[in-house]
């Protein structure tokens, strides 16, 4: 047995009390995750995290305790924030620190930080964890997502009601800070084990705004600043190439992920649950007019959740309501016409920050669990 077991079963159960938590499973894949994630080190400072974001000063404290000196403890903290598998942001100055969920969160992070020849091993356990089921079930069964689905620009016309949550140009217009591009990590899983995108094959697709993009502006090691214009413009050809607009769940955004249905890990999962629209956030459904549709087949073929299908007796597109986000790509492509966005009866209001999104998650999760 290995020194570090039970550091590492440690490290599993208290993450597993934060908002989404980190299940263990018989087949051992959640440790054989972690020690992909974490070194021995980076765990014992993992664990003196939670889910909300607090000052370097207070981990420090609590750092001592366990032996660990302030000069150390700030540098296993930076190391571990530039691997992108716990949460860091600059409040007034200070930095804060977090744990953040394996989805969307570490695993994203890990990827992208690991050098290609050691992202196999990676990818391995992950795909294990994923597979004995556990941990998928907690993450569809939140009380809210993470991320919600908001329609591409050019499918909204004067007659929605489009809150300007929902609407990507206004989101990019109001932030007061940074905006910060990334390669899309998911994109980039998929190409480090041999398998390209199919629907692009730019990398910068990703963004982080505010507080978030403060802090990794002033990393100067995951992404690089762009002006607004220039995130306008590369959010424009993102929905040109057919790639779904996933904000973080919040009236304020903390980033904006432009997914495709081959390697985003939210979308593969949205298209293997059963009825995926009862845990996704989205304000809009896409509806065929049977009468204009000529079935040609575009709507199907853009489609990144396989929402779209074209019925075997009249060859008319058909939307499936359990799986269609509303994300409006359908309707950019159709030459006829025929489709169009719906406003849903009632409307889903994101909560304005991250922080009081994870309070929502975690006043759920007690709830469920007492």
Known sequence: MDSNDKLYRDLQLHLDKQTIGFPETQSGSDIALLRQLFTPEQAEIVMLLTYKSEPLDRIR???????????????????????????????????????????????????????????????????????????????????????????????????????????????????????????????????KQGQPCKQTSRKETCMALGDIAGALADSGKLGRSISKEEALEILQKNQEDGLVLQPSNTQEPEAICSCCGCCCGLLKIHKTIPNPVSHWATNFFAEVNAELCTGCGECEERCQVDAMNLDDETMAATVDLTRCLGCGLCVAVCPEDAIGLCNKTSETVPPPTSEEMMEVIMTHKLQQSS
């Not at 007034?92 to 196999?120: D, F, Q, S």
């Open 61 to 191: 404290e609590r750092a001592e305790k366990i032996g660990k000196s302030a000069g150390e403890t700030e540098r296993l903290l930076l190391e571990t924030a530039a691997r992108g598998v716990i949460g860091f942001r600059n409040k007034n100055g200070v930095r804060h620190y977090r744990t953040i969920p394996l989805l969307v969160g570490m695993l994203e992070g890990a990827v992208i930080t690991t050098p290609p020849e050691k992202t196999p091993p990676l990818v391995a356990a992950a795909g294990q964890f994923f597979q004995d089921g556990l941990f998928l079930r907690d993450f569809v069964n939140t009380k809210i997502p993470q991320m919600r689905t908001i329609p591409i620009q050019k499918s909204i016309t004067p007659k929605h009601q489009v809150g300007s949550y929902d609407e990507i140009r206004k989101i990019i217009e109001r932030n007061n800070g940074p905006v910060v591009i990334l390669e899309c990590v998911c994109r980039a899983g998929a190409q």
